[in-house]
């Protein structure tokens, strides 16, 4: 599976940002899809993450804050990022959950900054 994120920016603190995801794969519909996000030195960690029914669930730091979301149509997958603060800098992915190693793509990066 191919995925391409993008969206990502400079934005100041409290700014918002709607980073997208395409998936080439054809199973789309079927998978439970999440957001992911690394800090240079730092583990990749999860940030929320979308059930094929539409069930979310989100890391404690982001919740109330972040949305996902999903167009099965599209064969996309979106969050919404609100209240952005420095310490969510990072590069973001998106992929399966549990993640598929082979499907990391590139990632967008999000730098939040005054």
């Known amino acids: 599976v191919q995925l391409q994120a993008s969206g990502g920016g400079l934005v100041q603190p409290g700014g918002s940002l709607r980073l997208s995801c395409a998936s080439s794969?054809?199973?789309?519909?079927?998978?439970?899809w999440g957001w992911y996000r690394q800090d240079p030195g730092k583990q990749r960690e999860f940030v929320a993450g979308?059930?094929?029914?539409?069930?979310?669930n989100y890391l404690d730091s982001v919740m109330g804050r972040f949305t996902i979301s999903r167009d099965n149509a599209k064969n996309a997958v979106y969050l919404q990022m609100n209240s952005l603060k420095p310490e969510d800098t990072a590069i973001y992915y998106c992929?399966?959950?549990?993640?598929?190693?082979?499907?990391w793509g590139q990632g967008t990066l999000v730098t939040v900054s005054s």
């Open positions: 794969g054809s199973i789309f519909s079927r998978n439970a």
């Open positions: 979308i059930t094929s029914g539409g069930k979310t």
């Open positions: 992929n399966t959950v549990p993640w598929d190693a082979d499907s």
